[in-house]
């Protein structure tokens, strides 16, 4: 039976929809690429960055688990670093969350259109690509206001048919693999395995993004863990075998198919079929991933406007579908400006640093609340006790280390500007409540 949560949104969402949107938010166009350029640091012994970082995740999805099934209102990582450290650190992680949301919208939206260009040589035309954003973004908007249902059961079957064709390169290439291939004659230095899983690392992220509709979970003490472990875990097995047949199938000229190394294998144990498909796969991916989007990052938008740090009129619920009307309508208007301005390019450079900054925070107020509540939990609790996010506190910090300077500098920025807004909201909030009084 659906219940209704006391933010005016129905708790619909299992956990296959969860874990849906979790495997359907990291798996974008990054896996069709990835393989030849982590074969370019790391040879035949690649899959290491892919254990590696894949076990990292693993760390830091069990710390989104933990606090995920205990906080359980709208918005996700916001949520969770809002209830551990206040209002400031809330705001400032629930800005930079839609905002990366956003800026990596805009850029899977430009890749997914550059790819179908390859077959429809029209869409290089700013007006025809403009009104195929418009169409694109406008389908999401109708379908998600229509019900967090409809939007989950979309998800759910572009999930499905995203993976089809991965699955059927990973079947074909298990026969077209030779074991000489996979054979590894030296281990890689740290330094080359450090490089490499920096790189691979942000091609796992994105997952976090399907817990911005807690408020929207069934039973999100059982939900949240088994969703989103099981939809990490079966990105991370996805990467595994894809690398592991890419190299098993082309060998050592992986590392010149750095344009579209799938294709390549793909067109060798498929034939020119092959190519074909995982070209229509890479461009579907990437319009599921967009899907899953429009339905995940409206709730952090209406979250804040719930705490007044947007205009209120983001936080109204459609009285017939009990959505967050207002907040996907803006979310999806500003993913459609984003991407045809094509502006978001000089901005995207924060969106790394920025995402690794809301992963610590949500690790380290895992942390907090732990330590907080004295061995009482409602809901999922990490064994081995604060042992797994000091781990994975350490992993994001290291991460951060290896940014370049730039994206540092630029997360600085970012973070200084977001500090004067949120001073300049509070500010004439109790100025105009002191005005009331009198």
Same mark, same amino acid.
């Given at each position: 039976m659906t219940s209704t949560n006391n933010e005016g949104l129905r708790r619909e969402i299992g956990i296959l929809g969860l874990a849906a949107n979790t495997l359907n938010r990291t798996i974008g166009a990054g896996i069709f690429v990835l393989p030849a350029f982590v074969a370019s640091f790391l040879g035949e012994t690649s899959i290491l960055a892919y254990l590696f970082c894949g076990f990292l995740m693993m760390l830091i999805m069990l710390c989104f688990s933990e606090i995920g099934s205990k906080i359980t209102v709208t918005g996700g990582a916001y949520a969770y670093i809002h209830a551990a450290f206040g209002p400031f650190a809330g705001f400032l992680a629930n800005t930079m969350f839609w905002f990366v949301g956003i800026l990596a919208d805009a850029a899977i939206a430009n890749a997914m259109v550059d790819t179908l260009s390859i077959y429809l040589p029209i869409l290089a035309e700013l007006p025809v690509r403009a009104l195929f954003f418009f169409i694109v973004f406008g389908?999401?908007? %109708?379908?998600?206001i229509r !019900?967090?249902?409809?939007?989950?059961?979309?998800?759910?079957?572009?999930?499905?048919i995203k993976i089809i064709p991965l699955v059927i390169l990973i079947i074909a290439g298990f026969f077209g693999t030779s074991i000489e291939n996979l054979k590894w004659h030296a281990l890689p230095t740290i330094s080359k395995l450090g490089e490499a899983s920096l790189l691979l690392f942000f091609a796992f992220a994105g997952g976090e993004a399907s817990l911005n509709v807690s408020g929207e979970l069934k039973n999100p003490q059982k939900v949240v863990?088994?969703?989103?472990? *099981?939809?990490?875990?079966?990105?991370?097995?996805? %990467?595994?075998l894809i690398q592991t047949v890419s190299q098993g199938v082309l060998g050592a000229d992986l590392i010149n198919q750095s344009e579209a190394p799938l294709a390549a294998v793909a067109n060798k144990v498929i034939r020119p079929f092959g190519s074909t498909l995982m070209i229509a796969g890479a461009a579907f991916s990437m319009?599921?991933?967009? *899907?899953?989007?429009?339905? *995940? %990052?409206?709730?952090?938008?209406?979250? !804040?406007?719930?705490?007044?740090w947007m205009p209120q009129i983001m936080a109204k619920v459609h009285p017939k579908f009990a959505t967050p009307y207002v907040a996907i309508i803006t979310y999806a208007t500003l993913d459609f400006i984003f991407s045809i301005s094509g502006g978001f390019k000089d901005l995207a450079i924060i969106a790394s640093a920025s995402l690794l900054t809301v992963y610590l925070g949500v690790v380290l107020a895992t942390i907090k609340l732990r330590l907080d509540e004295n061995g009482k939990t409602d809901g999922f609790r990490i064994p081995g006790g604060i042992t797994i996010p000091i781990l994975a506190a350490m992993a994001i910090v290291w991460f951060l280390s290896n940014l370049a300077i730039k994206e540092v500098s630029s997360l600085a920025i970012f973070l200084v500007a977001l500090s004067v807004i949120y001073f300049l909201i509070t500010f004439f909030e109790k100025k105009k409540n002191k005005e009331s009084k009198i």
């Open positions: 389908l999401f908007t %109708y379908i998600n !019900g967090v249902k409809h939007g989950d059961n979309v998800v759910k079957i572009n999930t499905l863990p088994l969703g989103i472990l *099981s939809g990490m875990g079966a990105v991370v097995l996805f %990467y595994i319009f599921a991933a967009l *899907s899953g989007s429009v339905l *995940s %990052y409206p709730r952090v938008i209406f979250a !804040g406007a719930n705490k007044g």
